[in-house]
């Protein structure tokens, strides 16, 4: 039997929004209805199957909602958490699965910057605003810890924000692949088109642009073994 939960993982500004509207598209041309589970399992107002952590009495009650409804396995669930360890014991339980979601640190770190400047909740630290590209550099930290508690865990997809953005139709045939559905990646994508509408700065690479190469550099320093795994694109230098 299919996992009752997939867990939509992605860091901040990563593409992980258009990467779960993907998922919910796929299982619903699978044939798999995606509904909104109720309060007790998903809190809050947003119509969507949304959890900022899953804590171990929101999984509890969404296993048991799917499994008493007896609906169509999974429901997909979107977070920016990272992993409890009833996450990790329901993923060993085989009651989860899901896919975890990548970005380049550097345009993760100057999208924390933008949305420091517009009031965004991720540009803060502390409740403060991010000011410099190295004050960002610890949140980045925190988001690719996340990142690798996801990644490493059995069942779960890797993709990245070069991928989702720029290479949509791959990124849906990946998806649908591990989920066993046969779909049309260009169905999947026509139907997102129309109610997608959370469209970040659509730039590759921006960081080769827009941050000074001794700060690009340092990043590549810190983070050289994620970004060469999981984020650059093939035959591009990770250095300036």
């Keep these: 039997m299919m996992a009752a ?3 939509c993982y992605g860091m901040p500004k990563s593409g992980s929004t258009l990467a779960f509207e993907m998922t919910l598209a796929v299982l619903e041309l699978g044939g798999i209805p995606q509904r909104r589970l109720s309060r007790e399992a998903i809190p809050g107002e947003t119509g969507a199957n949304v959890l900022p952590l899953f804590r171990p009495v929101y999984i509890k009650a969404a296993l048991r909602e799917i499994g008493e409804a007896g609906h169509p396995r999974p429901i997909a669930i979107r977070t920016h958490g990272g992993v409890w360890q009833i996450t990790a014991d329901t993923i060993a339980a085989g009651q989860m699965i899901g896919q975890a979601v990548a970005r380049d640190p550097r345009d993760l770190a100057l999208s924390l910057l933008d949305s420091a400047r517009f009031g965004g909740a991720w540009g803060t630290r502390d409740g403060q605003p991010l000011a410099t590209l190295d004050d960002a550099m610890e949140i980045v930290r925190g988001h690719v810890h996340k990142f690798r508690q996801w990644q490493s865990q059995p069942g779960f997809l890797t993709l990245n924000y070069e991928e989702l ?4 139709h791959r ?3 990946r998806i649908a692949a591990q989920l066993e559905i046969e779909v049309d990646p260009r169905q999947v994508l026509s139907r997102i088109e129309r109610r997608f509408t959370q469209l970040n700065k659509g730039v590759s690479q921006r960081w080769r642009d827009e941050m000074p190469p001794e700060v690009a550099n340092r ?3 810190e983070f050289a073994e994620f970004i060469e795994t999981w984020c650059l694109p093939p ?4 250095r300036v």
């Design 5 to 7: 939960i997939y867990a």
């Design 171 to 173: 990124a849906v045939a």
């Design 219 to 221: 990043y590549y320093d």
């Design 165 to 168: 953005a720029f290479k949509s």
């Design 235 to 238: 035959g591009l230098p990770g």
